[in-house]
């Protein structure tokens, strides 16, 4: 019950982030009100759903979710379930993921110091 409960928020949490993220990319300025540049923020899916940060090892666990190599493990090693559904996995193993780990060096190159 406790995982479930930790998914449910690290769900909620994503989901907010997200909607926070597209409400301020809809909202009109004008230069006057424009505020300070500020970072691009990477995209979600390069997002570790544990530890809300950038990935740099991603690997896919059995749920078809990716997360940061060294936070699945750390997972895994007292539990069985998906950190994003709570649901039992089918299996341990972590496929890495080189697509994922690819697209965010070049979102990295295209964004110094992110």
Do not use: N
Not at 39 to 59: K, N, Q, W
Not at 78 to 103: D, I, N, W, Y
């Amino acid at each position: 019950a406790e995982d479930v409960e930790l998914a449910a928020a690290v769900a909620e949490s994503v989901r907010l982030e997200e909607e926070r993220l597209a409400a301020g990319e809809q909202e009109p300025s004008s230069a006057a009100e424009a505020p300070a540049p500020r970072e691009e923020e990477p995209p979600a899916d390069f997002i570790c759903p544990i530890t809300t940060e950038l990935m740099s090892d991603p690997v896919m666990a059995a749920d078809g979710h990716s997360y940061e190599r060294s936070a699945i493990e750390r997972w895994l090693a007292t539990k069985s379930t998906s950190p994003m559904t709570g649901e039992a996995l089918e299996h341990t193993f972590l496929s890495p993921s080189h697509m994922v780990r690819r697209q965010i060096r070049e979102w990295q190159q295209a964004h110094p110091g992110q």
